[in-house]
């Protein structure tokens, strides 16, 4: 090129666009509201939960097969020419089984999701167990075998919901066989798996008022502060909104109801606290994914 002044200018422009758009989170660099996060991937009554890869350009989530059946299927989206891609089946599907929950764990390439795939260690009858942590491999061809998480104390339970946190914990809700017991759990990372989970009471405590119930929550990176679902029965609405708990002197704070910029008369639930710590994601309606930085609500 002849004209250097172009050249120049060619090259900042360059610069620059790279500088806008490195991953997934970039278009939210100044962002200062609730928005919508990936539209292209969110499906009237068939958005959940989701979570991201370490450079945020991989999203993993899951839908319904279709809207009359409970059978879950996990999708892959890539963050291309800034657009999330059409979702592909993670090729570790199986049409027998379904598939909830992809959680990729922090600097390893590892996912871990929850499926009722049959539990080696389930000795009852039928080909499924209920909804229980596996975990997978991840490469460039694809995924690994899935290895199971054999705990007894979970394996009928319900199981679904999980967070991971900067060091690897796993916090995850889990309900009784019968659906009357909801409980909240954690696993904290061994060398190769995890240990045998435990309750987290902090949660469990507030399902004593009987005002609310609490549904799942988001524990934040660093594991200072944590989104709650909670749905107030003294309201007319009866919606399931999210509220906000800090931890304090060793101690967490009773939630409170975040603003009604985030909160609607809609069901407000799956949060997910970015790695980084700078952004929410949640889910509207079971319809839409929201984004919404968290320096916007976070205790001062």
């Known amino acids: 090129m002849k004209n250097p002044i172009l050249a120049i200018t060619l090259l900042l ?18 962002l200062s509201a609730v928005t919508d996060f990936a539209p292209e991937l969110s499906i ?3 958005t959940y939960k989701g979570s991201f890869s370490d450079d945020y350009n991989t999203f993993y989530f899951f839908r319904k097969k279709a809207p009359e059946t409970e059978k879950y299927i996990p999708f892959v989206s890539h963050f291309i020419n800034g657009k999330w891609s059409e979702p592909t089946l993670s090729d570790y599907f199986d049409e027998e089984n379904s598939y909830t929950y992809q959680l990729k764990l922090p600097n390893k390439e590892q996912l871990v999701f929850i499926s009722n795939m049959k539990m080696p260690n389930d ?13 997978t491999g991840i490469s460039e061809t694809g995924f690994s075998d899935p290895i199971a998480f054999e705990y007894d104390i979970l394996v009928h339970n319900y199981n679904s919901q999980p967070c991971v946190v900067l060091d690897g914990t796993i ?7 019968d659906w009357r ?3 909240s759990y954690k696993m904290d990372p061994l060398a190769d798996g995890y240990t045998k989970p435990e309750l987290f009471n902090a949660v469990n405590h507030w399902r004593e008022n009987k005002d609310w119930r609490v549904f799942e929550f988001a524990m934040s990176p660093n594991e200072d502060y944590m989104v709650i679902c909670i749905q ?6 009866f919606s399931t909104d999210l509220f906000i708990s800090y931890l304090k002197e060793g101690s967490w704070t009773y939630p409170e109801k975040l603003n009604a910029d985030i909160n609607s008369t809609e069901t407000e639930n799956f949060p997910t606290i970015t790695q980084d710590g700078s952004y929410l994601i949640f889910t509207r309606a ?7 930085p968290t320096s916007l609500f976070m205790d001062k």
Do not use: A, H, M
Request: proline share 4%; hydrophobic share 25%; with cysteine.
């Open 44 to 46: 009237e009554g068939n």
């Open 123 to 135: 000795t009852t009858l039928g080909k499924n167990s209920n909804y229980n942590f596996w975990k």
């Open 181 to 183: 017991e909801t409980y």
């Open 13 to 30: 422009f360059l610069t620059n666009c790279d500088d806008k758009v490195k991953n997934g989170l970039s278009p939210f660099k100044d």
């Open 171 to 177: 916090y995850f809700t889990s309900d009784s066989p």
């Open 286 to 292: 079971f319809s839409e994914f929201k984004i919404v």
């Open 232 to 237: 107030d029965r003294t309201l007319e609405t």
